[in-house]
């Protein structure tokens, strides 16, 4: 590997900080998505045992693109997830990446194109934060084949987009939740991925941290990485996503802008709670605040007032 070609990868990588402009698609649901979605997911469904956990769950998402799966547990975000990623065979349906059909596709080639994050990662053993991230290297080495320094290289920019590269010799279980969560990050950039899908990226997380790695997800994003995101906190889809998918008892209920879905009739169906909503004056985004049925909100203002 040539310094050119080192320099190239750094480039690649460092992008994804902002130092380009993204491209940002604005993608309708119809049946013939545009060249440069990156997943497009048709009628979807899976069940076990009879039981249906997804019944004909569409969606899709293109590069420079943030999308939320929202909705109450069991809704079956978390089963779309391994069903997009591969970890789950679905039975009925389509499932497309980069324009190929998932279901003819091998887990190597899967994983060149996706970067999974599960919400739970067991790594008891004790590696350090570099074998971890170097992990993430394994889609594009042959069988038994031992680390370059090419891929060296991409992890460790990986982790210096994370801001992780100071943890590289610690044992990963010695780590805090959100450093863990970045350097699970760092893994999954090493994997090169065009999409990458996050099964509650902060579940477990205070506040600072869960703010931290969403800021992340959403600067790679905005260079040209698609993500798709499983989330239980409607304020923080809101913030973050430019699509939110609505789940309920297996299906898609709901789509579009966190303006167009947020609203209080949605809200109330499928979650069953009363909600006070107000609008960011900047972003234009829904800020909601919760109650429960036949109680008050807690805000002066009890009405919804219309977005900017």
């Known amino acids: 590997m040539t310094s050119h070609d080192t320099d190239s990868i750094l480039a690649k990588m460092l992008s994804w900080l902002g130092r380009q402009k993204p491209i ?10 545009p060249a440069d979605t990156l997943l497009d997911a048709r009628t979807v469904a899976f069940e076990v045992e009879a039981k249906r956990i997804l019944d004909g769950v569409s969606v899709t998402s293109g590069a420079g693109e943030f999308i939320g799966l929202v909705g109450p547990n069991g809704a079956g975000k978390t089963t779309l997830i391994k069903c997009i990623s591969g970890l789950l065979a679905h039975q009925e349906g389509t499932v497309r990446l980069d324009g190929r059909d998932l279901a003819r596709m091998s887990p190597r080639d899967v994983a060149q194109i996706v970067a999974h994050l599960p919400q739970n990662t067991s790594l008891d053993f004790g590696f350090t934060c570099l074998e ?63 999409l990458l899908l996050l099964d509650e990226p902060t579940a477990n ?86 109650f429960l049925d036949g109680a008050e909100s807690h805000t002066d203002n009890g009405g919804q007032p219309a977005p900017p």
């Open 132 to 194: 971890v991230v170097l992990m993430g290297r394994n889609p594009h080495l042959s069988p038994f084949q031992l680390e370059g320094a090419h891929d060296h290289e991409v992890a460790r920019a990986g982790m210096r987009i994370t801001d992780t590269e100071w943890l590289s010799a610690r044992e990963i279980n010695t780590l805090s939740g959100g450093e863990r969560q970045r350097v699970l990050i760092a893994r999954a950039l090493a994997q090169e991925p065009r």
């Open 205 to 290: 997380l205070d506040i600072q941290h869960q703010l931290q790695v969403m800021d992340l997800v959403r600067s790679l994003v905005d260079d040209g990485l698609a993500a798709v995101a499983a989330m239980h906190d409607l304020n923080m889809a809101s913030a973050y996503c430019d699509r939110i998918y609505v789940m309920s008892e297996g299906r898609v209920v709901a789509s579009g802008t966190p303006a167009e879905v947020l609203v209080q009739s949605m809200i109330k169906e499928v979650f069953g709670v009363g909600v006070t909503i107000n609008y960011d004056d900047h972003t234009g985004k829904p800020r909601l605040e919760f």
């Open 24 to 33: 940002v698609k604005s993608l309708e649901q119809n049946p013939h998505p």
